[in-house]
């Protein structure tokens, strides 16, 4: 199988969709492993380091370059030097991929080769540009015709001109933003009733809340400047904290105000907000009946929370280690920091094997939710849903389940064992977060099963982006693999 894209563009898009082809072929057994997610960046916002890429670019970023391994092709099982054509003679594929550092959203920017970056970095003032990140670097050598290699991908074909040396990099802050810790930005946080700086929002080491999780918190989409459904965030979070014992130092009214003042102030459009209340550090132990509450409100952009081209494909899900716990165990209709540890553990156990998200079963072992959204299964055109008696009950599941049903869909709330999966034609995710998602992929010991998003699934997402005011995606507008 040859993956169908060439590298040479560097948007969000294509960058993941070369991390898709790159998990097609580990599919097929053309490669051992898929590639992990090109997620990374480091920023190059410091002097000395922008005057060495000014310099040498090559060597800042990738030093010493003599040693560059030889891909053997492993569509065809041949080693390099067994490979050879009659009139062009002997391949040379050199391929090499530098992840400067994991984590957060992927790389958007623009490609550039790597002898062009000193005049880039040079003329960042004129650019109006005074950050840098780099996403990651490939450097491949392509001589004549190949037994193509691409992100270790062999594909045998005729090899695109090469570029020798590539970056992948942004400029501007705006695009570098989510590669910025959440410690060190700009803007500003709502805490205990007023907009601070964003870096002087602080919380002492010894307080209850981070020791011992007495914590709840929100998470809140931001379309074209409003939160969606704020009244029932705002009511979810009073209603989590007097679960745990305490009140929310805000009224609804003082909550929907600080909210809209925190948007204007980080001039937030399409973002996320994060409410979230907490036990003070006034006493340290189980007990802290004296602790003072405080509450703080973060606004950022954030794009979607799984890639773009999810909605295409469907997401690869693998099923979790750990099972949501039983109402009498846990405070399980509050939306508590505590309940989200074992999500945390089970999306770092998929994401290590390649999966984008895992699929959580209660203590029953019946089907329960994703680590932060709860799932759908279309069934002879019907859509099943798990019954939320052990997890939350989420504003976005509420919200599809009133769109099908105005479409006349019919909805089953209902124990769903895991078996079950095999009967459905469809599967997605709901939530604040995820929007709306296909599954297209679950795997594991429970059962292997794999669904193609289709009809009931694209009228979700399309009925869903209408109501927050979002443009529809359309089968014309997906990325292609």
Not at 139 to 158: D, E, P, S
Request: aromatic share 8%; proline share 6%.
């Amino acid at each position: 199988m040859c993956p169908g894209l060439a590298i040479g563009i560097g948007d969000a898009g294509t960058l993941r969709l070369r991390q898709l082809a790159f998990e097609l072929a580990a599919l097929e057994g053309q490669v051992e492993q898929p590639l992990p997610p090109v997620s990374g960046a480091r920023i190059l916002d410091d002097e000395p380091l922008l005057h060495e890429l000014a310099e040498n670019a090559t060597q800042a970023l990738l030093g010493d370059l003599e040693n560059i391994e030889q891909f053997p092709d492993r569509h065809l099982r041949m080693a390099p030097d067994e490979m050879d054509d009659a009139v062009m003679g002997p391949p040379e594929t050199i391929l090499r991929e530098d992840r400067i550092r994991l984590g957060g959203e992927i790389a958007i920017g623009e490609e550039q080769e790597l002898d062009t970056l000193p005049d880039l970095v040079l003329d960042r003032r004129e650019r109006e540009c005074d950050r840098f990140y780099v996403s990651h670097i490939d450097i491949t050598r392509n001589l004549g015709y190949q037994k193509g290699v691409f992100c270790g991908v062999a594909c045998g074909r005729l090899a695109p001109p090469a570029k020798t040396q590539y970056v992948a990099i942004c400029c501007g802050e705006e695009d570098a933003m989510s590669m910025i810790p959440f410690d060190d930005r700009d803007g500003f946080i709502w805490y205990d009733g007023r907009l601070v700086p964003w870096r002087e929002a602080k919380l002492h080491v010894l307080s209850h809340g981070l020791h011992y999780a007495s914590c709840v918190f929100e998470g809140e989409r931001v379309y074209n400047g409003k939160v969606f459904h704020l009244e029932d965030h705002n009511e979810r979070l009073h209603n989590s904290a007097r679960i745990l014992g305490f009140e929310v130092p805000a009224s609804m009214d003082d909550l929907a105000k600080a909210t809209e003042e925190l948007i204007s102030a980080n001039n937030i459009v399409d973002g996320y907000v994060r409410p979230i209340a907490w036990r003070g550090a006034e006493q340290m132990g189980v007990s802290a009946q004296a602790t003072k509450i405080h509450l703080a409100l973060a606004a950022w952009d954030w794009p979607a929370y799984f890639p773009p081209e999810a909605r295409a494909r469907g997401i690869r899900m693998k099923w979790a280690n750990w099972a949501r716990p039983a109402p009498y165990t846990a405070p399980t209709e509050a939306k508590a920091a505590g309940l989200y540890m074992i999500c945390t553990l089970s999306k770092h156990m998929a994401e290590a094997e390649g999966f984008d998200d895992a699929l959580m079963l209660d203590w029953r072992g019946r089907l329960a939710e994703g680590t932060g959204a709860n799932i759908f299964l279309v069934i002879n055109g019907e859509l099943h849903t798990p019954t939320p008696d052990c997890f939350l009950n989420g504003i976005t599941r509420q919200t599809v389940i009133a769109l099908a049903r105005k479409r006349g869909i019919k909805v089953i709330e209902r124990a769903i064992m895991p078996a079950e999966l095999a009967k459905a034609d469809e599967v997605f995710l709901t939530g604040s977060a995820a929007e709306v998602t296909p599954v297209g992929e679950v795997a594991g010991e429970v059962g292997h099963y794999r669904f193609t998003p289709g009809a009931i699934c694209r009228l979700m997402w399309e009925d869903f982006d209408r109501i927050v005011g979002k443009q529809v995606a359309t089968a014309a507008s997906e990325p292609r693999s």
